[in-house]
């Protein structure tokens, strides 16, 4: 959880949404309002909703890594060198804002990935941008700490809700089913 914060209070300077620890789903539910905080337009990340929906697990993480054959990382590396991986979604009023929220990252932050899956999206249709960023932590004796942020566009976000969900979540399960891999 020390990684989430971290990387909020990179995100979000001086906001109470990043002193604020959410890595426990049942004190303060998955969409709860608390979860999202709006940045300005002078803000790192401009014109965003940034929503923290906690600490990924170890496992999850090493599973993703093995799906995507990522050459960067290496299981064994993140198994004795991360204690947890943070993760955040931030969707963007504009195409503008999120193109200059990319440059920001790459500048003020040690990125390890880029997946652009506007420009290659997964077969499930996802596009957004996935940008995986290396943190090191004094309060853990400067190991390594991975955070995941999802670059998206909030009409995207809209579509995913309500019926658009559910057809998501159908064709996510045939592909399963016919040994497709999203």
């Known amino acids: 959880a020390v990684a989430q914060v971290q990387m909020k209070a990179s995100l979000a300077p001086g906001q109470a949404w990043a002193r604020t620890d959410l890595s426990n789903a049942h004190q303060v539910p998955e969409g709860h309002g608390q979860r999202t905080w709006l940045s300005g337009p ?17 496992g999850q993480l090493l599973e993703r890594i093995r799906k995507s054959r990522r050459e960067t990382l290496e299981a064994d590396h993140v198994s004795t060198q991360m204690l947890d991986v943070s993760r955040l979604l931030v969707a963007f009023d504009s195409a503008d804002c999120l193109r200059r929220s990319v440059d ?5 932050h040690e990125v390890l990935w880029v997946d652009n899956l506007f420009r290659n999206p997964s077969c499930l249709g996802c596009r957004e941008m996935r940008i995986g960023v290396q943190q090191r932590l004094a309060s853990t004796g400067g190991r390594s700490h991975i955070s995941e942020l999802r670059l998206t566009l909030r009409k995207l976000c809209e579509a995913d809700k309500g019926d658009g969900l559910r057809s998501f979540e159908g064709l996510r399960s045939t592909l399963e089913q016919c040994g497709v891999r999203h």
């Open 42 to 58: 002078k803000d790192p990340l401009p014109c965003g909703a940034h929503y923290d929906p906690g600490v990924e697990d170890e």
């Open 104 to 108: 920001w990252l790459l500048d003020k």
